[in-house]
């Protein structure tokens, strides 16, 4: 009797990591595809079309729940809702980005979860000035009829530097 009982804690603490194993593995891509759909706006030489803009919005928006939270710091703004979110993404506010998310941290607990990713964004501004943003997303995550979803997702913009300027502070004359 007593290696029936083992046998089922073994297999129920399994079942436990793998369904935890798989939870890593569905919100790191959900944050990969954001990342992807959030740059797609754009070609090397700008906007993409409204119709794509379009598509490329309803995309990002089904990544969020209903209620999400999408919440891009004084510069960006914050839009609470999907079609808020939608709206958002309709109007892109640069003429080019590529973003990088490292280094996750999720805690994942049943259906939610809350994780950290560090960004780093390649911009080019509407003016054509190419930019370096270095920051933290604080994310909330939803599990919805089996599908991952952004509940929350709050950047903390930890820099914004000119690409030609560098991020350091410029010597003085006599520190060179």
């Keep these: 009797m007593s290696d029936t009982i083992d046998l089922a804690k073994r ?12 939870a890593y593995r569905a919100i790191t891509n959900l944050k990969s595809r954001y990342g992807a759909l959030a ?3 754009y070609t090397r030489d700008g906007l993409r079309s409204s119709a794509e ?7 990002v928006a089904a990544l ?7 919440d891009g710091g004084s510069g960006l703004g914050r839009c609470e809702g999907r079609e808020a ?3 958002r993404f309709l109007v892109p506010t640069l003429r080019f980005s590529w ?7 999720l805690e994942i607990s049943g259906g939610t979860a809350r994780g950290t990713w560090d960004v780093l964004a390649l911009m080019t501004t509407k003016e054509g000035r190419a930019m370096w943003m270095v920051g933290v997303e604080h994310d909330e995550y939803t599990r919805v ?7 929350r997702m709050e950047l903390d913009a930890v820099l914004v530097a000119p690409h030609d ?8 004359p006599s520190d060179v």
């Design 145 to 151: 009829d089996g599908t991952w979803l952004h509940s």
């Design 39 to 41: 740059d797609s706006r």
């Design 165 to 172: 300027r560098g991020w350091a502070p410029r010597p003085e």
């Design 85 to 87: 979110i939608r709206e």
């Design 99 to 105: 973003h990088f998310f490292v280094k996750p941290d």
């Design 53 to 59: 803009l379009s598509r490329i919005a309803d995309e």
């Design 64 to 70: 969020f729940t209903e209620d999400g939270v999408w």
């Design 11 to 22: 297999i129920g603490a399994l079942e436990a990591r793998l369904a935890d194993a798989e």
